[in-house]
């Protein structure tokens, strides 16, 4: 069974760079696998930040951008702001039609 | 406005089945690819089964598959999700959403909720 990984938790400063990141259980994320980043706030749908490894969706600030950072996909958040405190999700497309989405990290500003 | 809005949500006791349906309006979902995702309250996200706009082909995650069955009726520019034998772990809200570039969701309804207690 696929597992993906991602941090728990995580804080970063007001005006700080963070990045959180999307492993495999076993082996390594590369663009074969789509990941793609979703934003989540409390009591709303997500919202697609990142498709693609690195495709901003219409409307993302370019605050947020994805990329492969060694064996895991990521999602940098540059400058951060009080409204990214939120949960984040990634997704991957492993193989045979199935995606499996991470247990997401909640993002703390502060 | 391009809007997904999903139904048939409800208490339902264990074992029980439930239809979730997903309207589509402001757009076509013919030839879009859809899925459904749910989480359980306080948990994270789940995908559970696509639908391929293009021959109606399914895929399900390994945990429902052979309980849920994935439907469409692009003339009614709707999705459907069967729900059977449901169990406590079922609970959750479920969302249909439009599937692009394999694993960009883009369109989310506002989810319906599905209770599975005694």
């Known amino acids: 069974q696929t597992v993906v990984t991602q941090e728990p938790s995580f804080s970063v400063s007001p005006g700080g760079t963070v990045t959180l990141t999307c492993g495999l259980s076993s082996g390594s994320v590369s663009s074969i696998y789509h990941p793609s980043w979703y934003q989540q706030t409390p009591g709303q749908a997500p919202r697609t930040l990142i498709y693609n490894t690195d495709t901003r969706s219409s409307g993302v600030p370019d605050r947020f951008s994805g990329s492969i950072l060694g064996t895991k996909a990521a999602l940098t958040i540059t400058g951060a702001q009080a409204d990214d405190e939120c949960d984040y999700y990634c997704?991957?497309?492993?193989?045979?039609?199935?995606?499996?989405f991470g247990g997401g990290t909640k993002l703390t500003v502060l | 406005e391009e809007q997904l809005v999903e139904s048939g949500g409800g208490l339902v006791q264990p074992g029980g089945s439930l239809r979730l349906s997903c309207a589509a309006s402001g757009f076509t979902l013919r030839n879009l690819d859809m899925s459904w995702v749910r989480q359980a309250p306080g948990r994270g996200l789940q995908w559970l089964s696509c639908?391929?706009?293009?021959?109606?082909?399914?895929d399900y995650a390994d945990s429902v598959r052979g309980r849920f069955i994935l439907s469409r009726d692009d003339p009614k520019n709707t999705v459907f999700l069967q729900i059977n034998r449901l169990r406590v772990e079922d609970t959750a809200v479920y969302y249909c959403v439009t599937t692009r570039d394999v694993t960009r969701f883009d369109h989310w309804g506002q989810g319906t909720l599905v209770t599975v207690s005694s």
């Open positions: 997704v991957l497309y492993v193989s045979g039609g199935f995606r499996v």
């Open positions: 639908i391929s706009g293009r021959g109606g082909g399914t």
